[in-house]
């Protein structure tokens, strides 16, 4: 069935270095692919998404790059602060409505 | 414009029992998706709804169920409650729910079942 695949788990890094998360897919059919932050209490929250159209994506701080052939997506933040700080979820969409996602990566920035 | 919201915040019940929970939208969005998010299991998709429709479910067993109204608001029960059934549940809304709509999250209802 459809599976998303995330690692790490947990990713520890110090303030003001670089973050990587990432994820593999198992349906080929898979078309969109949306990147998730969430903090305590709250729900998780899109940071940035990519198509299947497209190999990379930037959004100051925060980049995504996907690679169909692999299946495989990941996560790159630069510059880590302390509110970066929470957990991290890839996803992936077909056209059936329907959102696989993945375990999840809690981030923790040490000031 | 307001965000998704979900009642209630928070819940507790006894095994057996069934529980509802409601959903409303932002304005305008059409497609509410629900997923359970549990420590072992992560973020799982229950269902989706569009326009009083269910399009899509997840596996999970019959005692998950939910529905749409014509306002496009959601509400999903769960019969019969089991532990296992100890989760936050989570709400998400966007325009259409094809595959590149922005899904907005609610914050959730955390069930406990005691």
């Known amino acids: 069935g459809e599976n998303v695949e995330q690692h790490p788990s947990t990713l520890s890094v110090q303030e003001g270095d670089s973050a990587v998360i990432k994820c593999t897919y198992s349906?080929?059919?898979?078309?969109?692919f949306p990147w998730y932050k969430q903090e305590l209490g709250k729900g998780p929250q899109l940071i940035i998404d990519?198509?299947?159209?497209?190999g990379e994506k930037k959004d100051q701080r925060i980049a995504v790059t996907l690679n169909k052939t692999a299946k495989h997506f990941s996560l790159h933040i630069t510059e880590t602060q302390p509110e970066d700080s929470a957990v991290y979820f890839c996803?992936?969409?077909?056209?059936?409505?329907?959102?696989?996602f993945g375990a999840g990566t809690r981030l923790f920035v040490k000031a | 414009k307001a965000g998704v919201t979900q009642t209630p915040r928070y819940l507790i019940k006894t095994r057996g029992q069934q529980v509802t929970l409601s959903c409303s939208p932002i304005?305008?969005?059409?497609?509410v998706s629900w997923y359970q998010q549990t420590p072992g299991q992560g973020l799982q998709f229950l269902f989706e709804?569009?326009?009083?429709?269910?399009?899509n479910k997840g596996n999970f067993p019959g005692r998950f169920s939910g529905r749409q109204f014509s306002n496009s608001r959601s509400e999903m029960n769960v019969s019969t409650l089991e532990l296992g059934d100890s989760a936050l549940y989570l709400c998400?809304?966007?325009?259409?729910?094809?595959?590149?709509?922005?899904?907005?999250f609610g914050p959730g209802t955390r069930l406990t079942v005691l």
């Open positions: 998400a809304s966007s325009l259409q729910g094809g595959a590149d709509n922005e899904q907005f």
């Open positions: 349906d080929s059919a898979s078309n969109y």
């Open positions: 990519i198509r299947s159209n497209v």
């Open positions: 996803a992936a969409k077909t056209g059936g409505f329907k959102t696989i």
């Open positions: 304005s305008g969005h059409r497609s």
């Open positions: 709804y569009f326009s009083e429709t269910q399009r």
